[in-house]
Antibody
Framework: QVQLVQSGAELKNPGASVKVSCKAS????????MHWVRQAPGQRLEWMGW????????RFSQKFQTRITITRDTSATTVYMELSSLRSEDTAVYYC?????????????WGQGTLVTVSS | DIQMTQSPSSLSASVGDRVTITCRAS??????LHWYQQKPGKAPKFLIY???SLQSGVPSRFSGSGSGTVFTLTISSLQPEDFATYYC?????????FGGGTKVEIK
């Protein structure tokens, strides 16, 4: 069965960076795109970007373009999302979510979420 | 960016009720509209693809319809496990955007 297991909660100071991992199993890793979506407390879901796990191509929301990096390690079947220059508004639960296909732009399986708290 | 607006933002209903949630897009998006269910402290669960295609394993009491700019999610007979927040999402273009959510609460 498809499983996405994310790394644990993080507490970061403003200005720091955070790197969240998403370990995938139960399917052919390189055949699907992975999205990153975040949800601030009480807010709607917000799409950040995706990576084609096969060829490594990425696409980001313009809102995060200058601060986000998404990479993958095919041997470890793991996707990483790094967000830099953190500010308090980045406090949120961050989810990885598998695309329905290559690039269908809809997510059928989600990780459990990683809480990132930005506070001094 | 395409703005997605859901109504109502919350509703109270009883078990067995028929519930309808509306999602409106700021521009036409064809059928590139999908629905998710989220329970407190949990990740979203994928319900409906391309406006009306039920995902495998989703109960048939859920249905979706619409195209263009107006879409609906209907629960024909609300069950206790359906109390949750529902989100629509467009995939017509990037950035992918979500509605503000509709919280379905117990009356």
């Amino acid at each position: 069965q498809v499983q996405l297991v994310q790394s644990g909660a993080e507490l970061k100071n403003p200005g720091a960076s955070v790197k969240v991992s998403c370990k995938a199993s139960g399917y052919t890793f390189t055949s699907y795109t992975m999205h990153w979506v975040r949800q601030a407390p009480g807010q709607r879901l917000e799409w950040m970007g995706w990576i084609n796990a096969g060829n490594g191509d990425t696409r980001f929301s313009q809102k995060f373009q200058t601060r986000i990096t998404i990479t993958r390690d095919t041997s470890a079947t793991t996707v990483y999302m790094e967000l830099s220059s953190l500010r308090s508004e980045d406090t949120a639960v961050y989810y990885c979510a598998r695309d329905l296909g290559r690039v269908e732009l809809v997510a059928d399986y989600w990780g459990q979420g990683t809480l990132v708290t930005v506070s001094s | 960016d395409i703005q997605m607006t859901q109504s109502p933002s919350s509703l109270s209903a009883s078990v067995g009720d028929r519930v309808t949630i509306t999602c409106r897009a700021s521009q036409t998006i064809g059928s590139y509209l999908h629905w998710y269910q989220q329970k407190p402290g949990k990740a979203p669960k994928f319900l409906i693809y391309a406006a009306s295609s039920l995902q495998s394993g989703v109960p048939s009491r859920f249905s979706g319809s619409g195209s263009g700019t107006v879409f609906t999610l209907t629960i024909s007979s609300l069950q206790p496990e359906d109390f949750a927040t529902y989100y629509c999402q467009q995939s017509y273009n990037t950035p992918l955007t979500f509605g503000g959510g509709t919280k379905v609460e117990i009356k």
